[in-house]
């Protein structure tokens, strides 16, 4: 979403405040502002501090918009490197990302782009479930390939570059939940399954008897499965749920997600299986305890 606010300078000049992202439709939106203030001949000046992302469209967009002497003023560090890269040749969607890798340390942010095209809704969706938090997530998305721009060069090709994105992803939005964090987090036990002294398990049989033989995919889910789901996630502490984020949702392999997270393969095998059961428990047996209602009940 992007919000435009717009005041008038006492010397005439419009001024447009920018809030938000200059993405998909919102560039169509900003452009069709802008164009209002040029038919009735007003100076225009841009203030950009609150900006948070711009996509290909964007940047193209503030590009031809300063020069037809538009003002763009308080520029992020991010968006300011962007806006004076020089437009090089083309790179398509379909080059290899060694080349955007040697692009990138020339000083090509025409690469940066491409790379942003191709992973910034990623990084966003994992992002969004650390945090739990959109605005959070938007200023990772930014502070990742910022990042990524600054350190490609202690990128040795040893893991896919996509991997280390989600690398520098996780720390990222780890780091801003850490700063921010004001609940008590839950330990894991308490979403595992519970026995009786004789071995078996407690609840309701038909939770017990649920088809978990596969895991759910949340977009053949109904809206109010779907929202159990997401809910559940969001309950797992969060060293389980970056796990259950990076190989469920994001479908990374073990290996993947053990370089993404710097630690041995068997450590996440071990919190998957784990933050996966108490998934199960959570869905199965305490749905109210997750604030959402299940008037269906479990199906067989």
């Known amino acids: 979403m992007l919000k435009i606010v ?6 005439g000049r419009v001024i447009l405040e920018l809030e938000g992202r200059v993405i998909g439709p919102w560039v169509d939106e900003l452009r069709r502002v802008c164009e209002r203030t040029f038919d009735v001949g007003a100076g225009l000046t841009l203030d950009v501090a609150r900006v948070q992302f711009v996509d290909r469209d964007g940047l193209a967009l503030l590009r ?6 538009v003002t763009l003023v308080h520029c992020s560090g991010f968006v300011a490197a962007q806006l004076e890269g020089e437009v090089m040749d083309i790179i398509t969607a379909g080059d290899p990302e060694p080349q955007l890798v040697q692009r990138l340390r020339g000083g090509d942010h025409g690469a940066l782009e491409i790379l942003m095209e191709r992973y910034a809704s990623r990084v966003y969706r994992l992002a969004h479930g650390i945090t739990r938090n959109a605005p959070d997530a938007e200023e990772v998305v930014q502070d990742v390939f910022l990042k990524l721009f600054r350190v490609i060069d202690a990128f040795e090709g040893r893991s896919a570059l996509g991997t280390w994105i989600y690398r520098i992803a996780t720390n990222e939005a780890l780091n801003k939940r850490r700063g921010k964090r004001r609940e008590v ?3 894991i036990e308490e979403h595992l399954p519970s026995f009786q002294a004789d071995g078996h398990r407690e609840g309701d049989r038909a939770f017990l008897l649920s088809d978990w033989s596969a895991s759910p995919e949340l977009a053949t889910l109904t809206a109010e499965t779907r929202a159990r789901v997401r809910a559940a996630i969001d309950a797992l ?15 990374l392999s073990n290996d993947e997600a053990a370089e993404v997270l710097g630690e041995p393969v068997s450590s996440v095998k071990s919190r998957l299986h784990r933050a996966r059961m ?11 305890r997750l604030g959402v209602s299940n008037d269906q009940g479990p199906r067989r």
């Not at 717009?6 to 010397?11: M, S």
């Not at 502490?237 to 479908?251: I, K, W």
């Not at 108490?278 to 109210?288: V, Y």
């Open 278 to 288: 108490a998934l199960r428990e959570m869905l199965t047996r305490s749905p109210d």
């Open 237 to 251: 502490p969060d060293n389980y749920r970056v796990v259950l984020l990076l190989r469920d949702l994001e479908e």
């Open 64 to 69: 031809s918009l300063r020069l037809r002497d």
């Open 6 to 11: 717009e005041t008038t300078a006492h010397n």
């Open 185 to 187: 987090e839950v330990p």
